[in-house]
């Protein structure tokens, strides 16, 4: 079990991180930066969590000592931060952290940063290993690969990207080929929310919506931004249009709550769907046919869900 250290100097924080990570992680906890180093130096942690703002010792001045330590310079940290300063951020950055963590915390999100950058580290050990003599090249893939990871998460809404979506839904429907359906779900009416309240308010709306996907979606559906105000949804196990129906009105249901509650009021949504049995030779079969239901819908009114009914030809 991979372990990971919290460092936070408020016992709140370090409670709700401990309870959505002691499942997966072992865990352990320090309130400032001191005693977090002093543990991280006598114990192995494969990731260190760390707040920016504390008393004392702040996050950043935490992160320089460590990385002057040859025990500690290599272990992966995350940053904890409530801030909205971009100068930090890039401090921070510049450092060596790997990624940051805002507050308060959305655990979905959360989880999937903390479990991304640690699959980094083992692919970066793994090469390690494999190319120890190669350290030029090391680097350079090492580099490429967290590229790679990077350009999949749409940087807005924290989804998978079109083209990680595409592999998967392809490679899925190799799996599942008499199962599934694919959704092409967009926010009605996007633009008026750009032109009247601006792009700060628009991918404002872009990241709740995303987040109510984020929050809805279970293993192994996965879900991704595909441009503009457009997700995807792929359901890989319904075996009904019926099915799928009731996974996206949950979606809606999700969204309408989140939009509610970050003051986006009448904002509703529109989803085309085509069943893999149906439409789904490939991503691209699937994507067109549920992108045409969906064209037909947003003609017809919107805030509305339809299906393809039959294979494109």
Request: hydrophobic share 40%; aromatic share 8%; proline share 3%.
């Amino acid at each position: 079990m991979k372990s990971i250290l919290v460092v936070d100097d408020s016992q709140f924080n370090l409670m709700v991180v401990q309870k959505a990570l002691e499942k997966d992680y072992e865990v352990n906890t320090r309130l400032n930066g001191i005693e977090g180093i002093k543990f991280a130096k006598n114990n192995p942690v494969d990731l260190i969590l760390l707040d920016i703002d504390m008393p004392e010792l702040n996050g950043i001045d935490t992160i320089k000592i460590m990385k002057k330590d040859s025990r500690l310079a290599r272990t992966p940290i995350i940053f904890l931060t409530g801030l909205s300063n971009h100068e930090v951020e890039r401090i921070c950055l510049d450092l060596g952290a790997r990624d940051f963590i805002t507050k308060p915390f959305n655990e979905p999100v959360m989880l999937q940063r903390i479990k991304m950058v640690l699959e980094l580290e083992d692919l970066r050990k793994n090469l390690e290993r494999q190319v120890r003599y190669k350290t030029d090249e090391l680097e350079k893939l090492t580099a490429k690969i967290i590229t790679t990871f990077a350009n999949s998460i749409d940087p807005i809404t924290e989804l998978w990207s079109r083209m990680y979506i595409e592999e998967k839904v392809n490679a899925a429907i190799g799996q599942f080929s008499l199962t599934g359906a694919l959704a092409v779900l967009d926010i009605d009416n996007f633009r008026l929310i750009n032109d009247a309240l601006g792009y700060e308010q628009g991918n404002a709306c872009l990241k709740t919506v995303g987040n109510a996907i984020i929050n809805t979606i279970k293993e192994p559906e996965i879900a991704g931004r595909a441009f503009a105000d457009e997700f995807l949804i792929y359901l890989p196990k319904v075996n009904t249009k019926e099915e799928a129906e009731i996974r996206i009105k949950e979606i809606f249901k999700e969204a309408a709550s989140l939009l509610e509650k970050n003051k986006f009021y009448g904002i509703t949504l529109s989803a085309g769907l085509a069943m893999t049995i149906e439409a789904g030779e490939n991503f691209n079969s699937l994507y067109y046919s549920a992108e045409k239901v969906l064209h037909g819908i947003k003609l017809n009114g919107k805030n509305n869900i339809g299906f393809c009914n039959q294979k494109e030809e």
